[in-house]
T-cell receptor, first 109, second 119 residues
Framework: GQNIDQPTEMTATEGAIVQINCTYQ??????LFWYQQHAGEAPTFLSY??LDGLEEKGRFSSFLSRSKGYSYLLLKELQMKDSASYLC??????????WGAGTKLIIKP | GAVVSQHPSWVICKSGTSVKIECRSL??????MFWYRQFPKQSLMLMAT?????????EQGVEKDKFLINHASLTLSTLTVTSAHPEDSSFYIC???????????????FGEGSRLTVL
């Protein structure tokens, strides 16, 4: 079956760095997405990786290793507004998105 | 600006009534739209794929007679929850992907979501 694994919850301190891991097993691979979702709101797009390596976008970076079925989202200089759930999703060979359950990130002052 | 508009944002209804949720693609024509449901503290669950001019494709376990989907134009899809019951209370979200399929990133743009509470 298809499976996306990510930690349920993480806690970090304001100003610090946090890495959220995602491992996947899917039928084919057409890219991996990271979305941010604040409580009660719809998800918003953060990043897309289809090739191995690191994609940097401001304070957020996303890494992909296709051979390992592994990705991480790196958040630097954490701010209180970064408290949210972070969803990992993989597009399979049929271009269907397989969603992880999300990682709830709690930022403490 | 918003790419996808969803309405209403909040709806409270009595058990047994029907509720219609609209999803509009504002920036491009969408032959395909996706409807998701999300229960508290859970991830998004794809309910159905809405196809313009044809029948929607429902995921396993989703009752097509209960969740009616109409995609009458390239910019509008509607989800009607018929004979709603308290267990249907959830966060319903629509999305569109301008680059779906080969050659596109498949990035999804989401509507604001509709929170349904059935009393």
């Amino acid at each position: 079956g298809q499976n996306i694994d990510q930690p349920t919850e993480m806690t970090a301190t304001e100003g610090a760095i946090v890495q959220i891991n995602c491992t996947y097993q899917t039928s084919g691979f057409n890219g991996l997405f990271w979305y941010q979702q604040h409580a009660g709101e719809a998800p918003t797009f953060l990043s897309y990786n289809v090739l191995d390596g690191l994609e940097e976008k401001g304070r957020f970076s996303s890494f992909l290793s296709r051979s390992k079925g592994y990705s991480y989202l790196l958040l630097k200089e954490l701010q209180m507004k970064d408290s949210a759930s972070y969803l990992c999703a993989v597009m399979d060979s049929n271009y269907q998105l397989i969603w992880g359950a999300g990682t709830k990130l709690i930022i403490k002052p | 600006g918003a790419v996808v508009s969803q309405h209403p944002s909040w709806v409270i209804c009595k058990s047994g009534t029907s509720v219609k949720i609209e999803c509009r693609s504002l920036d491009f024509q969408a032959t395909t739209m996706f409807w998701y449901r999300q229960f508290p503290k859970q991830s998004l669950m794809l309910m159905a794929t809405s196809n313009e001019g044809s029948k929607a494709t429902y995921e396993q376990g989703v009752e097509k007679d209960k969740f009616l989907i109409n995609h009458a134009s390239l910019t509008l899809s509607t989800l009607t929850v018929t004979s709603a019951h308290p267990e249907d209370s959830s966060f319903y979200i629509c999305s569109v992907s301008p680059g779906q399929g080969a050659g596109g990133t498949g990035e999804l743009f989401f509507g604001e979501g509709s929170r349904l509470t059935v009393l």
